[in-house]
């Protein structure tokens, strides 16, 4: 695509100047929890944004988590979706981020409410179990337990809304099975 003076836009850096400041306010709040709750808020606080059109595989899909919990990628079409939407991706990326960077600290029982972290006080012999239990979740498991992460730490509920079931704040549960 080109300008009015004919050069060249990169769509993906207008994409990621819209996105930014959206992955910023969700860190920040991510950052704040882990300060005020004793959490090592270092690895948190790094959480890079990367703009890649390969997250936008279906029609459903416009963001993800790499697996280390340090980079959230988001599609350019994220750009696009209204403003809670997208706030609602960005706070179960979060989600997902806190629990990759702190394997087996949050533990899920019910994923209506909200996960608890596992303190320090907590025995070596309990946090071995929760870490194990941690290793041999489900796939609905862990975005469950993404979910049940933003509401802990944002106060409110990711649910899942419209005929896509893209995240929205207090929708529906999401089904097992989505992806």
Not at 12 to 33: G, K, N, S, T, W
Not at 51 to 60: F, K, L, P
Not at 93 to 108: I, K, N, S, T, Y
Not at 120 to 146: G, H, L, P, Y
């Amino acid at each position: 695509m080109a300008n009015a003076l004919g050069t060249a836009v990169d769509l993906d850096m207008i994409a990621a100047a819209i996105l930014q400041p959206h992955f910023d306010a969700v860190r920040d709040i991510f950052v704040e929890y882990h300060k005020k709750n004793g959490i090592c808020a270092d690895e948190i606080s790094k959480v890079k944004l990367l703009v890649d059109g390969r997250a936008h595989d279906a029609e459903r899909h416009f963001a993800a988590t790499t697996s280390t919990g340090k980079q959230i990628i988001i599609a350019p079409e994220g750009a696009d979706l209204p403003t809670e939407t997208l706030v609602a991706i960005t706070c179960h990326e979060f989600g997902h981020a806190a629990d990759f960077l702190h394997p087996g600290r949050w533990l899920v029982d019910d994923r209506r409410k909200p996960a608890v972290w596992v303190t320090d006080e907590v025995s070596d012999k309990k946090k071995k179990i929760f870490w194990r239990r941690w290793n041999d979740r489900s796939t609905d498991e862990i975005e469950w337990a993404a979910d049940a992460i933003a509401y802990t730490v944002t106060g409110k509920r990711v649910g899942y809304c419209g005929p896509c079931l893209l995240q929205c704040f207090d929708g529906q549960e999401r089904p097992a099975g989505l992806r």
